[in-house]
């Protein structure tokens, strides 16, 4: 399926399902935005990495408007529905001020390794036990997707974009298998270091080397 769809694009990358809170503030978005609430229509937000606008990024919907400002600026609460792949720019739209897309949507195959999952799970929290961090992720273990830890696996911008571009769970949980496999072990490095610099200046009872044994 292909349709228009106006755009708003941002240095992030959203994921489906995925709850996001923004701050509008340029005319031609504060249009976009109340069009959008008013119409009850979806809009696309196509993710900016390093400057550049980037062909993937998500369709989103406008789920509430928290408040607006004396000069027009608003909080919103928007949600991820699903991912796009920005065929044409239309960079003037008639009467708008603001851009728009051509775009298509890549089948995603939901379907991932319950197994796998769950390792991942388990990778993600022993990665936020090892930095302090407390994370709710509003759903039993059992039900989380790869969705619901992309952002809190401590991926780059650059990593969630090519995470983004994953069609297929089994994939993206790799994905993240493949990055804990490289950051844990540097994460429990530093923890290691940490306790031996706490250590210092402390009084150890440590028995002397034995030249006799």
Known sequence: MTNFIPIFPLNIVVF???????HVFEPRYKQLINECFEAKKTFGIPSVVNNRLQEMGTLVRVNDIVQTYENGEMDIKTEGLRIFRVLEVIKQ???????????N????????????????????????????????????????KSYDVGHHAGLSLEEEYE??????????????????????PMLMEMEQLKEK??????????SAFDFDL
């Open 197 to 206: 610099v706490k250590l210092n200046g402390h009084f150890r009872n440590l």
């Open 105 to 144: 949507y890549p089948e995603n195959d939901d379907a991932g390794n319950r197994e796998l999952m769950q390792k991942v799970v388990k990778g993600v929290k022993e990665m936020h036990r090892l930095l302090n961090i407390s994370k709710d992720f509003k759903k039993p273990d059992e039900e989380l």
């Open 163 to 184: 995470f983004l571009g994953l069609m297929k769970e089994l994939q993206r949980q790799e994905f993240i298998k493949r990055h804990l496999q490289k950051v844990l």
């Open 93 to 103: 739209v008639p009467d708008k001020l603001y851009s728009g897309a051509i775009v």
């Open 16 to 22: 489906p399902g995925e709850k996001v809170h923004l």
